[in-house]
């Protein structure tokens, strides 16, 4: 949510790289954007909302010198003035940041009692003014800085362009944030892994707490102690790194195409690795897992696998609702979490608390160098690529055959798992280059273009995924979607079946099969349509969308339908279905 890039070097110009660097991290989802340079010791600003400005066209000096930023709202509105880089009074340095300033309404009276005057609404411009009454006592800006920012409360990560020393400062608490280094030596810093990729061979990821001073040299302190703090070099390694659509009109398209390859990418996790959590989950006293968004449906589908496959009562949570679960939390208990970011605002608060009583961490998350894959005891990386729609859909595939493996080596069946996930990735890329499959997607996304509202019934091994294919529509088409747990329909909805509604029935031929079909009928007698997903159509159905799966699979390749009917339903009523409204993909602020 948000994002951070900076750099200083000699080999290329500061705007042209950080608008380039920006453009890498509008994924994470912003509504404006800016650039500050540093230029015969000035610094010079563009900012201003919606797209990211022509990296030829921003009007900026050549510089080896600058910030920039990508916002996502929270703190005011959308506006040019609320735009980051914000600077200070005296323009000797600006200040871009991610996060949420909570003690920031208290902090801003106090220093309009002052006199300071303030021209946006951002909690970010409170952090400016307040470094700059820091330096009435501590007159060099690092000092300033460090008094200001441990002042803040929340979790925020900011980067400061000095135009008098000609440095970067930047400190972390929360958010994240890289610094990477070329083959040239010019020095990068930005918020994750993947924009650094085609600039950096080696990154450094700071840890919360710590104030990089980038100059001359690069010097890492601990902010609250003032020690200096001496991390390695790590290699950067990320898969398909080169972000391009290709022949696709969309990232979404491709990404759903490029699911096969991510579940062979499960198949060639190491073994060792999976068989050692495996151990740790059968030692276990409770097993949680736990998501937000996708990741929590993936989370959810988690833990029924571990109930259904290896028979372990695992407990699936939500990131921003597990706080009654703190005080239970134990020294005996694992939590699993996947991520497409690793970085996870909700999700890292709960499991540093675990982390603290204890509990074992494990994750799978997408991004190297990430928050939650650095405090795992058990780390997974997807190894999946770049995934640039907003709206996750390979990652999500990812997550849950993962899961499914870890379930079946658990009870000692990995070859088989890895068997059943092999033919899994091999119907799914048969399906998806079949032209059939994306026409049946386009004819039913045509019908139901004119719906306001959609019901999605799963149950047992497809509940979860009704479940993400609710969410799935709900980002791309900005209609209502309603995930029901089948049986659960008579109890409530059933009141809101009438001519005219449409219900999404996703079917396995599993033991709920009967019981899936009792509710499918309920909904027809009431004159409700039936749109099915199956691998082969049944008379019941009177829409339907061919599955590419069976078996204990079969959940897992439901949801590519799914994930299709979305994506054109998406496309045909002109929405962004890369970047839909009001929702960030890295989501590090709670």
């Known amino acids: 949510m948000c994002g951070i890039f900076a750099y200083k070097g000699s080999s290329l110009n500061a705007a042209d790289v950080i608008s380039s660097g920006l453009k890498r991290l509008e994924y994470r989802g912003y509504d404006s954007w800016g650039v500050a340079v540093i230029n015969n010791g000035s610094i010079l600003l563009k900012k201003d909302i919606g797209k990211i400005g022509d990296i030829n066209k921003l009007d900026l000096p050549v510089s080896k010198l600058g910030i920039g930023h990508t916002r996502w709202a929270t703190t005011g509105a959308v506006t040019q003035i609320n735009a980051h880089p914000h600077l200070s009074s005296d323009h000797s340095f600006a200040l871009v940041q991610n996060g949420i300033v909570e003690n920031f309404e208290e902090l801003k009276e106090d220093l309009k009692n002052k006199g300071y005057k303030f021209i946006s609404q951002t909690d970010t411009e409170v952090i400016v003014r307040l470094i700059e009454e820091e330096k009435k006592i501590h007159p060099d800006l690092v000092d300033a800085i460090k008094s200001a920012f441990l002042k803040l409360k929340g979790r925020n990560t900011i980067a400061v362009l000095d135009s008098k020393t000609e440095q970067i400062l930047a400190v972390r608490n929360g958010s994240p944030l890289i610094i990477g280094l070329s083959k040239n030596k010019d020095i990068f810093l930005s918020s994750d892994a993947l924009s650094l990729s085609s600039f950096v061979d080696k ?27 001496h991390k390695d070099w790590e290699k950067l390694t990320f898969k398909d790194a080169n972000i391009d659509k290709g022949k696709y009109d969309n990232y979404m398209i491709k990404e759903i195409c490029d699911t096969p390859e991510t579940i062979n990418q ?46 372990i009562p695992a407990i699936s949570l939500i990131g921003a609702d597990a706080k009654e679960y703190y005080d239970l939390f134990s020294e005996k208990d694992l939590l699993i979490a996947p991520s497409q970011s690793g970085e996870t605002a909700d999700v890292v608060e709960v499991l540093d608390i675990a982390k603290a009583k204890g509990c074992k961490i494990a994750t799978y998350v997408n991004m190297p160098g990430s928050m939650m894959n650095r405090m795992s005891d058990f780390k997974f990386l997807a190894n999946a690529g ?30 088989d798992g890895i068997n059943n996930l092999s033919k899994l990735a091999a119907d799914i890329k048969t399906y998806l280059e079949e032209d059939t499959s994306h026409q049946a997607a386009k004819k039913l996304a045509q019908n139901l273009i004119e719906i306001k509202d959609l019901f999605i019934l799963g149950k047992s091994q497809n509940f979860y995924i009704a479940k993400e294919g609710m969410v799935k529509i709900i980002e791309g088409t900005y209609k ?31 033991s709920s099969f009967s019981e899936m079909f009792n509710v499918v009928n309920e909904i027809k007698s009431r004159g409700g349509s039936i749109i099915g997903i199956y691998p082969e159509k049944l008379p019941a159905f009177d829409y339907y969308l061919k599955s590419p799966s069976i078996g204990e699979t079969s959940a897992i390749g439901n949801i590519i339908p799914l994930q299709l009917l979305a994506y054109y339903l998406a496309v045909l009523l002109g929405n962004n279905v890369d970047k839909p409204r009001n929702i960030a993909k890295s989501v590090t602020v709670k």
């Open 266 to 311: 499960v198949i060639v996790q190491d073994e060792k690795n999976i068989q050692n959590l495996a151990k740790a989950i059968k030692a276990a006293r409770y097993v949680f897992t736990i998501g937000s968004g996708t990741a929590g449906n993936a989370a959810g589908q988690i833990a029924f696998y571990l109930r259904e496959i290896a028979k």
């Open 203 to 229: 990154i450094i990821v700071l840890d919360n707490g710590e104030l990089v001073k980038i100059g001359s040299k690069i010097e890492i302190k601990n902010i609250k102690t003032g020690k200096i703090v």
């Open 386 to 415: 770049p995934e640039i729609c907003v709206m996750s859909t390979k990652i999500f595939v990812s997550q849950v055959a993962w899961g499914y493996l870890l379930a079946k080596t658990t009870v000692g069946l990995y070859e």
């Open 480 to 510: 209502h979607a309603h995930a029901i747990p089948a049986g659960d329909l008579k109890h409530y909805a059933i009141t809101l079946i009438e001519r005219g509604v449409y219900a999404l029935a996703l079917v396995s031929n599993d």
